[in-house]
């Protein structure tokens, strides 16, 4: 069980447009999603923190305006590159939280790699 | 930035030898757990140890947390070529973030 998913695993796209990335918790309700971007051979920088129905809440330095996320239903959160240029390129990693887990337990989906030519 | 540091950054060892991974935070944590990430993939957890543990084991896994140090380590015993893959230690800031440290990239070579 505790099952992430993410679509696209992978998109390439040209710079001015924007780019949407789902996550889906496929057979548990998650009451948090988080969004995390990776730099080739760095680590996990968390973006940002939404809860079902509510704004999401972004990590400091992440432009909230740029990386827009609606986390509009229990089990799927998109986070939407508005607008991507060549430096957003990058491996977009979502989580996942719900009740059964608590909050100490995070699911991981397997990740959207982004190229922005 | 929370976000902990690893050490060392890289590894290299031979099959069968132990290695040893290495995590600093810096706030007060409810928890922290190690991942495992090979290359371009997802996350795989690997074990979870709370503020009131001081070792926590799994298989050939074993991992140690001084809250008072701020520190936490990961012991992969008797590797194995499998075993190469980035590892991140991961802290909770007190709250249901995590926040990742700079990851070891442990290569096991046959």
């Known amino acids: 069980g505790a099952v992430v998913s993410q679509h696209p695993s992978r998109v390439i796209c040209k710079s001015g447009t924007s780019v949407k990335i789902e996550c889906r918790s496929l057979?548990?309700?998650?009451?948090?999603m988080f969004w995390y971007r990776q730099f080739p051979k760095q680590s996990l920088m968390l973006m940002a923190t939404?809860?079902?129905?509510?704004?999401?809440?972004?990590e400091q330095g992440v432009e909230k305006d740029k990386f827009l996320i609606n986390h509009a239903s229990l089990t799927l959160s998109t986070l939407t590159v508005t607008s991507a240029h060549p430096e957003d390129s990058s491996f977009y990693i979502c989580?996942?939280?719900?009740?059964?887990?608590?909050?100490?337990?995070?699911?991981f989906g397997p990740g959207t790699r982004l190229t922005v030519l | 930035s929370q976000q902990g540091e690893e050490d060392p950054q890289a590894l290299s060892i031979q099959e069968g030898e132990n290695a040893t991974m290495n995590c600093s935070y810096k706030?007060?944590?409810?928890?922290l757990q190690w991942y495992r990430q090979n290359s371009g993939r997802g996350l795989v957890h690997l074990i979870l140890?709370?503020?009131?543990?001081r070792e926590k084991h799994s298989g050939r896994l074993r991992v140690t947390l001084d809250t008072s140090k701020k520190s936490s380590s990961l012991l992969i015993t008797a590797s194995r070529a499998a075993d190469t893959a980035s590892y991140f230690c991961?802290?909770?800031?007190?709250?249901?973030?995590?926040?990742f440290g700079t990851g070891t990239s442990l290569t096991v070579i046959p």
């Open positions: 939404s809860n079902e129905g509510s704004k999401a809440t972004y």
């Open positions: 057979d548990f309700q998650a009451t948090t």
């Open positions: 706030t007060s944590i409810n928890n």
């Open positions: 989580s996942a939280s719900g009740l059964a887990g608590g909050p100490d337990t995070q699911y």
């Open positions: 991961a802290t909770d800031g007190g709250g249901n973030q995590f926040y």
């Open positions: 140890i709370r503020s009131n543990e």
